[in-house]
C-alpha cells in the first residue's frame, strides 16, 4: 500500500511514468499533512501555561484532526484504486453489443467513484482548513508558522482535489449528477480561495 | 532520517508534540512532491505520439525535475537539523559573560542557517511551480491535472517555506542580512502568487 512506501519511495513512485499514485493521491496526502500539522499545533497547546482557557478546545481540535489524518492517509490507496478500476474498466470486452453496454455501465460506474473520492477529501480539507486557522488563532503562538502552513497545504488540497473531481466529471454522462457535483465543486472551489486569505491574514508572524 | 520514514509514520511524527518535522519539512516535502509530479508528467509524454516535437524538452524537464527531487527529500531532513541546531543554540551555558557572547552568537548564527535552508527551498519550488507549468502546457494532456496539482504544491511550496524564513527572520540581530534576505522574501512571495493565478489560468481542463 502507498502509505507504507517511505518518503523517498514515495516520491519515486509518483515520478514514474506509472499513472498512479498521481495527482489525487497527493491531494489526499496534502490533507494528511495538513491534519498533521493542525495536530501538532494543538498538541504543542495542550497543558501549556497561559492556554488554561483552550484547554479543552485544543483537547477536541487534537482528536479531531487525529481522526482525519487517519482517513485521509487511507484516501491516498483509495484514489489509486479508484483510477485503476476506471483503466480496468475501460479494458472490459467490447466484441458483443451486451458486452459493450457492460463496458459502457462499468466506466461510468467507476468514473462516479473516482470523482466521490476526491469530492470526499476535498470537503474534509475545507474543514482541516478552519481547524488549521483555529489552531493558528488560539493555540501556542510558537507554532504559529506550522498552523499557518497547515492552512495553506488543506487550501492545495481542496483545490487538487477538486481538479480530480472535475477531470472525472468531463467523462460522466449523467447530467443530473453532472450537475449537482459541479456546483458543490465551484461553491467549495470559491470559499476556500476567499477563506485562505482572510486566515492568513489574520496570522501575524 | 525522515525521508526514510513510511508516509504514515512521517505523519504520525509531524502530528505529535515534537516540534519537528514542522512546517519547514513539510514545505520542503510540498516541493518535492511538485517535482515528482512534474517529472511524471514529463515521463507520460515522452515518446509518445503527437508529442515529437516536445520529446527533448521533456527529457530536459524530466532530468531536472529528477535533481530537484533528491535535492528537496533531502531537505526534509536539512530543515529539521537546522531547527535543532536553534534550539540546541539556545540550551549553551550562560553563567558568565564568555559564555553568554558564545551562546549568542551561536543563536544568531543557527537562525541564518534555519532561515537559510527554506529560503533555498522556496527558490527551488518556484522553478518547479515554472517547470510543472510547463509541462501542463506542453505535456501529455491525459495528465494535465497531474501538472495542475504540481502548480498548487509548487505554489503552497515555496509560501510555506518563506513563512518559515519570515519566522527566523524575527529573532535575527544582523540588520543587513534581515533587509536583504526580506527583500527577497517579499519579491519572491508576490510574483508566485501572481504566476499561479496565470499558470493555472492558462490549463483548461
Redesign the interface.
Known amino acids: 500500500m502507498?502509505?507504507?512506501?517511505?518518503?523517498?519511495e514515495?516520491?519515486?513512485k509518483?515520478?514514474?511514468?506509472s499513472?498512479v499514485p498521481?495527482?489525487?493521491s497527493?491531494?489526499a496526502?496534502?490533507a494528511?499533512?495538513a491534519?498533521?500539522?493542525a495536530?501538532?499545533v494543538a498538541?504543542?497547546t495542550?497543558g501549556k501555561k497561559g492556554f488554561e482557557d483552550v484547554d479543552r478546545e485544543m483537547k477536541a481540535i487534537a482528536k479531531k484532526?487525529?481522526n482525519y489524518?487517519d482517513k485521509l492517509?487511507q484516501d491516498?490507496d483509495k484514489d489509486a484504486d479508484s483510477y485503476k478500476a476506471v483503466v480496468a474498466a475501460y479494458g472490459m470486452a467490447k466484441a458483443t453489443d451486451e458486452e459493450k453496454l457492460k463496458r459502457t455501465t462499468a466506466i461510468q460506474e467507476a468514473l462516479k467513484q473516482a470523482a466521490l473520492v476526491p469530492l470526499k477529501v476535498a470537503g474534509d480539507a475545507a474543514d482541516l482548513l478552519e481547524l488549521s486557522g483555529k489552531v493558528a488563532k488560539k493555540g501556542n503562538k510558537n507554532?504559529?508558522?506550522?498552523a499557518?502552513?497547515?492552512v495553506?497545504?488543506a487550501?492545495?488540497a481542496v483545490?487538487?482535489a477538486l481538479?480530480?473531481v472535475?477531470?472525472n466529471l468531463?467523462s460522466i454522462k449523467d447530467p443530473s449528477f453532472v450537475d449537482s457535483i459541479s456546483k458543490d465543486v465551484n461553491a467549495l472551489e470559491e470559499r476556500i480561495l476567499q477563506r485562505e486569505k482572510e486566515l492568513l491574514s489574520e496570522i501575524d508572524?
Do not use: H, W
Open positions: 502507498l502509505k507504507n512506501l517511505s518518503i523517498t514515495f516520491l519515486e509518483t515520478a514514474s511514468s499513472p498521481g495527482g489525487g497527493v491531494a496526502l496534502a494528511a499533512l491534519a498533521s500539522l495536530e501538532m498538541n504543542l495542550i484532526t487525529r489524518r492517509v491516498i507554532a504559529i508558522t506550522d499557518a502552513v497547515g495553506m497545504m487550501r492545495t483545490l487538487a481538479y480530480n472535475k477531470t468531463n508572524l
